[in-house]
């Protein structure tokens, strides 16, 4: 079956640490996503790429870096530098010729901060 | 402002009530307007795009007012399986498309 897989589910992170958060489709998707969720808020854009090797700052890419090497993979850097981590992030990828019309989305990573 | 401004709720309603949710959204070059359905913890899902003139699609009727900018939802006889959250998505239409959600509001439909 066709979809975006995330991984892991559940992710500790320590103090000064970086970790990466894993997002794959097999949709064959040109466009990809990364949100942010924090409780009773809204979706928050942290980058978006719409083709490889490309990819484009969202609304709160600060402490945070991704890479477009391979269609399929689109994985998240969460980097020391961003100082309030904990969130339910979400990947997510639209059609060709529907960039953000419909979001296909992932089950979603959930970050904490030990 | 916030591009996307939502009731967050909750809303609490018994099975068979009708419930009405609304949204504004705040640039009036906004062209496409959804609604996402995000049960706890898991991802959103699409539940319907909203048309100028309307859209029915069963129990749920979306309505769009460009004038005053307002997107409505209304989900009629409802049922346990509706309680979610609902999440007004806004796309604000430039070449490279951003979508924009609000805070979403909560529904939870008791027997």
């Known amino acids: 079956d066709g979809g975006i897989t995330q991984s892991p589910k559940y992710l500790f992170r320590k103090e000064g640490q970086n970790v990466t958060l894993s997002c794959e489709q097999n949709l064959n998707h040109d466009a990809m996503y990364w949100y942010r969720q924090d409780p009773g808020q809204g979706l928050r854009l942290i980058y978006y790429s719409q083709i490889v090797n490309d990819f484009q700052k969202g609304d709160i890419a600060e402490g945070y870096s991704v890479s477009r090497e391979k269609k399929e993979s689109f994985p998240l850097t969460v980097t020391s530098a961003q100082k309030n981590p904990t969130a339910f992030y979400l990947c997510a990828s639209s059609p060709p010729g529907q960039i953000n019309e419909k979001l296909f989305f992932g089950s979603g990573t959930q970050l904490s901060v030990l | 402002r916030k591009e996307v401004e939502q009731d967050p709720g909750p809303f609490n309603v018994p099975e068979g009530a009708t419930v009405a949710f609304n949204c504004t959204y705040s640039?009036?070059?906004?062209?496409?307007f959804f609604w996402y359905r995000q049960d706890c913890r898991k991802e959103p899902k699409l539940l319907m795009s909203v048309y100028s003139s309307g859209n029915e699609d069963g129990r749920f009727t979306a309505q769009l007012n460009r004038a005053s900018q307002y997107i409505s939802l209304l989900i009629r006889d409802s049922k346990l399986s509706d309680s979610a959250t609902y999440l007004c998505?806004?796309?604000?239409?430039?070449?490279?498309?951003?979508?924009?959600f609000g805070r979403g509001t909560q529904l939870t439909v008791w027997p």
């Open positions: 640039n009036s070059a906004s062209q496409s």
């Open positions: 998505v806004v796309n604000r239409g430039s070449t490279l498309g951003r979508l924009y």
